[in-house]
Each structure stands twice: as structure tokens, then as C-alpha cells.
């Protein structure tokens, strides 16, 4: 079983910082991709930035040049250091890893339960 862990998040006026981060745990063997996603009311979840073993990056366009996303492997760990928030940043934000199994081998996603994030006008 892998569990993860989201925090960091809260409230913040509008040209903000929050750092959120993911604390992966239990039977894990190696992971790949860590990554965070958002669901803000009444719209679909959406990728927010991702982050390889290697430190490969991925962003969505409208967080480009105000996110940046970073990982520390040895601890499991992701971090989304999010900065010149925007009320429409607002959201609940999901972290996401692509774990290897450490009984069987097999990989498969897992997701945190979510914290949120409101960025005030």
C-alpha cells in the first residue's frame, strides 16, 4: 500500500507564495513521475507541473514562470513552490506518483487526498 500525503496549502492574497508538498509512503520501491494537479469548483482536475526521477520537467501554461516543481528522491518527496498567486489559481491541489510496487513490482499512480488553495483578490 502507498500513501500520499499533500500539505502546505491555505490562504493567500493575490500575488502570493505557498509551498505545497508530497510525502510518499509504505511499499514503494522506486518512483518515476511525481506530479501535482488541481480541481478548481465546477471544472475538470488538471495537470499543474510534473517532475521525473531525473528532474525532467513539465508545466501547464498558465502556471509557467510562477511554479516550479522539485523533488527530493531520497525522501520521496515532492514540492510545488508556487509564487504571484491569482485568484484563479484557486483550487484543490492533488499530488500524483507513478510507483513501483516493492512485493510484486508493478506500477501503477496514486493519488493524496488533496489540500487546498485560495488565493484572495
Known amino acids: 500500500q502507498v500513501k500520499l500525503v499533500e500539505s502546505g496549502g491555505g490562504l493567500v492574497q493575490a500575488g502570493g507564495s505557498l509551498r505545497l508538498s508530497c510525502a510518499a509512503s509504505?511499499?514503494?520501491?522506486?518512483?518515476?513521475?511525481m506530479g501535482w494537479y488541481r480541481r478548481a469548483p465546477g471544472e475538470q482536475r488538471e495537470l499543474v507541473a510534473e517532475?521525473?526521477?531525473?528532474?525532467?520537467?513539465n508545466f501547464a501554461e498558465f502556471v509557467k514562470g510562477r511554479f516550479t516543481i522539485s523533488r527530493e528522491n531520497a525522501k520521496n518527496t515532492a514540492y510545488l513552490q508556487m509564487s504571484s498567486l491569482k485568484p484563479e489559481d484557486t483550487a484543490v491541489y492533488y499530488c500524483?506518483?507513478?510507483?513501483?510496487?516493492?512485493?510484486?513490482?508493478?506500477?501503477?499512480?496514486?493519488w493524496g487526498q488533496g489540500t487546498q488553495v485560495t488565493v484572495s483578490s
Open positions: 500524483n506518483a507513478h510507483v513501483q510496487d516493492l512485493t510484486g513490482g508493478i506500477w501503477a499512480n496514486y
Open positions: 509504505g511499499s514503494i520501491f522506486s518512483i518515476n513521475t
Open positions: 517532475i521525473t526521477t531525473g528532474g525532467r520537467t
